[in-house]
């Protein structure tokens, strides 16, 4: 009897054990395939009398303080500090630091006492810079040329009719201004009084930035090119200093002369040599990584990023990058969100434009082009159609593949819909805002109502279907993946991540959007946003 319940007994511990076992997700050891640059992009830089190299980050709203020599990061002005989207700065005479915000249309001003006004101009206001007689000018491309009181009180002042897409200007010896003209691949000598333009120099592939050393030597990035050039001013010689890579945004000297030079599309930033040579100061990389694909390729798997300006391809066992060169070609966009199926990427990108693309990686075929969605933030596939999260009108809808315009709503009234996930009988969706992941499509049929799966979760973003059918989340208020039980609802964190960099308020909350996927290996890819890492998750058998 005693030898009865006990054999009982261990039945019944067993039996716990193995149900356990099977609501307890897969254990994986977690490592980081490839770190990123140390900054979310380098735009408009330029020295203090300290020698200490101010760099302005667009997409990581802040201007960060470097060691040109080392690379170390003295320090960060960032949201807090009221920076927002920074793409060019100045200091004025009196050191007060000066930058244009391109998103929000205001020009900053940071005084030496750490005293924050603003000015608002126009979006899109991106060069700055003062005369040699302290006049504050700012240019908006393709409007004009302002002159703005220093201290940002009096109304700007509209100076200089359209010279076309200008961008970092300088003032010269002679008192004028010299502007590169992006659109016309010139160099131009600006009258700012009586608004006339001169061609100084042209042959450019995109001139973004202008700068004179103190020697009153013009120099010219070109960002189309990668290449850094001097101009003669007189007679429009030029003479190419050195070509490092295209994305090259904007150039600074110190008081020794020393040249740096910016890069907007991976955030390195170089010291450039006459003598044709270049040393790396801060790397680069990825700047802001967002969604994530896998296919396979003949050595295992490749690892698609979006990241911003690039579309990076990467190695998934070794984390070597393959290429970055799918967004180079023309018509294919930059892209928030990756995905894929039968090895075609499906991108989709609410930032700057609003775009679903479906595009072969190896022929660069851009295969599906959707333009006139209202601000879609992701974007996959279903049965060969496409689920877009289209949170410009807050809603799921359906994209059928015979015909794009044959568009069918799955779910509406979301406050952020965002994560997307699917099999073949089944589609998820998670609503940023509440927290709610919700079932949409059951056994391949339209639910009428959808579906809570569960609910309390902190601004989801990225899903992927696990290995065994249940659903992977990123948890971008938490900066944690988690797994959610599709039987049972329960949620357990897998991994904490460096995820949830915050956007600008009057823009979509996901940001860029942390994606992760799952590969035919099982291993688990997901990125981090505010460090700029893609991790890897290897199940532990």
Same mark, same amino acid.
């Given at each position: ?12 511990? !067993? ?101 924050? !006004? ?80 001169? !061609? ?33 001013? @007189? ?119 609003? @775009? ?26 279903? $049965? ?22 044959? $568009? ?27 927290? !709610? ?105």
């Amino acid at each position: 009897m005693h030898i009865f319940r006990f054999l009982n007994l261990i039945l019944h511990l !067993t039996l716990i054990f193995l149900i356990s076992c099977q609501l307890r997700p897969t254990r994986y050891q977690m490592k980081v395939l490839e770190q990123g640059a140390p900054i979310h992009g380098s735009n408009g830089v330029m020295f203090d009398t300290n020698n200490r190299l101010f760099i302005a980050s667009m997409i990581g709203n802040e201007i960060i303080v470097m060691n040109p020599e080392t690379g170390r990061i003295l320090e960060r002005f960032g949201l807090e500090h009221g920076v927002k989207s920074p793409d060019d700065l100045t200091f004025g005479p009196d050191g007060s630091l000066y930058w244009t915000s391109l998103l929000t249309g205001e020009v900053g001003r940071l005084t030496t006492e750490g005293v924050k !006004t603003g000015q608002n101009v126009q979006q899109g206001v991106n060069p700055i810079t003062f005369s040699d007689d302290g006049r504050l000018f700012v240019g908006v491309p393709g409007d004009g040329i302002y002159e703005l009181d220093p201290y940002l009180i009096k109304p700007p002042r509209f100076m200089v009719k359209d010279p076309g897409s200008i961008n970092g200007f300088d003032f010269g010896p002679d008192g004028f201004l010299y502007a590169p003209v992006r659109s016309k691949g010139e160099v131009v000598r600006i009258d700012v009084d009586n608004g006339s333009i001169t !061609t100084v120099a042209g042959g450019f592939g995109s001139p973004v930035a202008v700068k004179f050393d103190s020697r009153n030597r013009l120099f010219v990035v070109d960002t189309n090119t990668g290449q850094v050039v001097h101009v003669d001013r @007189v007679n429009g010689k030029r003479e190419i200093i050195i070509q490092i890579t295209p994305g090259l945004d904007n150039l600074a000297f110190d008081s020794q002369d020393r040249m740096y030079v910016s890069h907007f599309r991976d955030g390195s930033v170089f010291e450039v040599f006459t003598d044709g040579s270049v040393r790396t100061v801060s790397p680069g990389g990825l700047i802001l990584p967002g969604g994530v694909a896998v296919l396979l390729h003949p050595g295992g798997e490749s690892v698609f990023v979006a990241d911003y300006y690039m579309i990076h391809e990467f190695n998934g066992q070794t984390g070597e990058k393959i290429s970055s060169a799918l967004t180079s070609h023309p018509g294919i966009s930059n892209a928030c969100t990756i995905t894929s199926e039968d090895g075609i990427l499906l991108t989709s990108r609410w930032m700057w434009s609003n @775009v679903v693309q479906a595009v072969n990686p190896n022929t660069c075929e851009v295969k599906l082009d959707i333009r006139d969605l209202k601000t879609p933030l992701n974007a996959i596939y279903y $049965r060969g159609d496409i689920i877009i999260a289209e949170y410009g009108e807050k809603r799921i809808i359906r994209v059928h593949n015979e015909n794009p315009n044959n $568009r069918e709503v799955l779910a509406a009234g979301f406050e952020v819909p965002a994560g997307l996930a699917a099999t073949d009988e089944n589609v998820w969706a998670g609503d940023w805002a509440t927290g !709610t992941i919700y079932r949409i499509i059951a056994n391949s049929e339209t639910l009428a109502k959808p579906e809570v799966v569960v609910k309390g979760l902190n601004h989801p973003e990225g899903m992927a279907v696990a290995s065994d059918g249940n659903l992977l989340v990123v948890e971008s208020g938490d900066g944690c993946l988690s797994y959610v039980d599709l039987t049972s609802g329960q949620v357990s964190i897998i991994a904490k991540i460096q995820a949830g960099f915050p956007g600008l308020s009057d823009y979509p909350p996901t940001n860029m959007f942390t994606g992760v996927a799952v590969g035919p290996s099982g291993v688990i890819y997901v990125t981090g946003d505010i460090e700029n890492i893609l991790y890897r998750l290897d199940p532990i058998r």
